[in-house]
């Protein structure tokens, strides 16, 4: 099991930017891909960005909502996974939670990923 934590979220203005942090813990090893989900109150959790790993090549990929304006990246010596987020806009309001999956491939669906964080509020006002 891999043990997860996000932070960084926040109270923004629209059109501002916002960077999540997740901390990763425990068996790193075994993960092959991390992503960022969100979800609204009311709303089912939604695939936000991915990023997986084939040995040390790393590819990221985005729902269409996130591409341009989201980026994931990676820091592996320090098992940190980071969302920047720009040009925040109020339907980017949600919590985000960071995910671990044992699977290597781009993952977007909540039940392949077997390790969550708590999650992080990000709220964006107009």
């Known amino acids: 099991q891999v043990q997860l934590v996000e932070s960084g979220g926040g109270l923004v203005q629209a059109g501002n930017s916002l960077r999540l942090s997740c901390a990763a813990s425990g068996r790193t090893f075994s993960t092959y891909t991390m992503g960022w989900f969100q979800q609204a109150p009311g709303k089912e959790r939604e695939f936000v960005a991915g990023?997986?790993?084939?040995?040390?090549?790393?590819?990221?990929y985005y729902a269409d909502s996130a591409r341009g304006r989201f980026t994931i990246s990676s820091d592996n010596p320090k098992n940190m996974v980071y969302l920047q987020m720009n040009s925040l806009k109020p339907e980017d309001t949600a919590v985000y939670y960071c995910?671990?999956?044992?699977?290597?491939?781009?993952?977007?669906?909540?039940?392949?990923?077997?390790?969550w964080g708590q999650g992080t509020q990000v709220t964006v006002s107009s």
């Open positions: 990023i997986t790993w084939t040995g040390p090549i790393s590819k990221t």
């Open positions: 995910a671990a999956s044992p699977r290597r491939g781009y993952y977007t669906g909540p039940a392949d990923f077997d390790s």
